[in-house]
C-alpha cells in the first residue's frame, strides 16, 4: 500500500488543523494506521492509531482530548484532527499502516510509511 500524508501548515497556538492519508494500492479496511510525529532534533513518536474498522482508537498522553483519529474506507483516508494546537505539537507528522494490529502501530514497527506533513504551530 502507498500513503500520502497532507493537510499540515501553519496555525497559531489555539487553532486547529486536520490531516489526511490516503492509500492506494490495496484495500485500505485491511490496515491498522496511525500517526506519528518526529520534531526537531526528537526522536519520531507515537500520535495515534485507528483499528480496523474504526472501533478502537489509540492516543499519547499529550494529545488526548485534543486529537482526533478517524477513517473512512469508502475514500482510503485516515484523517487526524487536531485542536487546541500547541507549539509543541510542532513537528512532521507521518502516517504508518500495518495489517497486523494497532499494537504494532503503538509499539513496534509498522509496514508501510508515507511521506511527512509539516505542522508548525506560533505562540
Known amino acids: 500500500v502507498q500513503l500520502q500524508a497532507s493537510g499540515g501548515g501553519m496555525v497559531q497556538a489555539g487553532g486547529s488543523l486536520r490531516l489526511s492519508c490516503v492509500a492506494s494500492g490495496r484495500t485500505f479496511s485491511d490496515y491498522a494506521v496511525g500517526w506519528f510525529r518526529q520534531a526537531p532534533g526528537k526522536e519520531r513518536e507515537f500520535v495515534a492509531a485507528?483499528?480496523?474498522?474504526?472501533?478502537?482508537?489509540y492516543y499519547t498522553d499529550s494529545v488526548k482530548g485534543r486529537f482526533t483519529i478517524s477513517r473512512d474506507d469508502a475514500k482510503n483516508t485516515v484523517y487526524l484532527q487536531m485542536n487546541s494546537l500547541k507549539p509543541e505539537d510542532t513537528a512532521v507528522y507521518y502516517c504508518?499502516?500495518?495489517?497486523?494490529?494497532?499494537?504494532?502501530?503503538?509499539?513496534?514497527?509498522?509496514?508501510?510509511w508515507g511521506q511527512g506533513t509539516l505542522v508548525t504551530v506560533s505562540s
Open positions: 485507528i483499528s480496523r474498522g474504526g472501533s478502537f482508537t
Open positions: 504508518a499502516a500495518d495489517t497486523r494490529s494497532t499494537r504494532i502501530l503503538r509499539f513496534g514497527a509498522p509496514d508501510y
